[in-house]
């Protein structure tokens, strides 16, 4: 997407400050992405009246949060012991139109968690875009991969991307530039400078899945803010 020369020359003042306003981010919110930020969970206590305002209980959050960010990666806790009704209530948190991801180590993938990815999937149905694996050093029984693969598609985060079964789709980092990744990651550090971030998102842009692609922010908490400007650099870029 173009963007007439004012908005660049509003958005370069905005980049040299270090700082994309609320409303400029809001307004980009309307546009659709082909890459989009999100986080690696949305329950983070350092995210209580820094990025949650002041009192908001915890069974809102996923509502606030879908305000701002079209996708979530759900950290293991926030969906590994959920409910039909909890999964329920996320759809009604959030449009038809955002997407869910969840993530889990490898070493903790077994025949529970299979069954629990079951069950979400047939809550969310289609709002289910995947399953994230981290820590990805060897391989998974061939029979617990294709459990996986037959109810999302599965993405892995490992630097042995050759061993990959080849329905299974490796995820980026800037030290692993894999072409066609749909997952690419950002750790708190790497977005700490916002000339640094965006030389990383448009490395990111370069081999991503054309379709569509997630950036992921990492952090205890991952920055909202800097997700928030991220938007606007995508916005910029595309």
């Known amino acids: 997407m173009a963007f007439p020369n004012c908005w660049h020359k509003v958005i370069s003042l905005l980049t040299d400050a270090g700082h994309f306003s609320a409303r400029v981010v809001t307004k980009l919110m309307m546009i659709e992405n082909r890459i989009e930020t999100g986080a690696l969970g949305y329950l983070h206590p350092g995210w209580d009246e820094q990025y ?9 959050r996923l509502d606030y949060y879908s305000h701002h960010f079209r996708f979530v990666l759900m950290k293991p806790d926030e969906w590994l012991s959920s409910s039909g ?5 996320w759809l009604q948190d959030v449009t038809d139109s955002f997407k869910f991801f969840l993530s889990i180590d490898a070493v903790d993938v077994n025949d529970k968690v299979i069954e629990q990815i079951s069950l979400i999937k047939s809550g969310l149905a289609g709002q289910l875009q995947g399953l994230v694996i981290m820590q990805y050093d060897s391989h998974l029984p061939d029979v617990i991969m294709k459990a996986l693969c037959a109810l999302t598609t599965v993405h892995v985060d490992t630097d042995k991307t050759d061993q990959l079964p080849v329905e299974v789709k490796p995820c980026w980092r800037k030290a692993r530039p894999v072409p066609g990744s749909v997952i690419g990651f950002l750790s708190r550090e790497e977005s700490k400078d916002i000339r640094v971030m965006r030389a990383y998102i448009e490395d990111f842009i370069k081999v991503c899945d054309p379709q569509q692609a997630y950036l992921v922010y990492e952090g205890d908490p991952p920055p909202s803010k800097t997700m928030q400007d991220a938007q606007v650099i995508l916005q910029m870029l595309m």
């Open 52 to 60: 949650y305002p002041e009192g908001l209980p915890e069974d809102w």
């Open 85 to 89: 009704d909890d999964i329920n209530q």
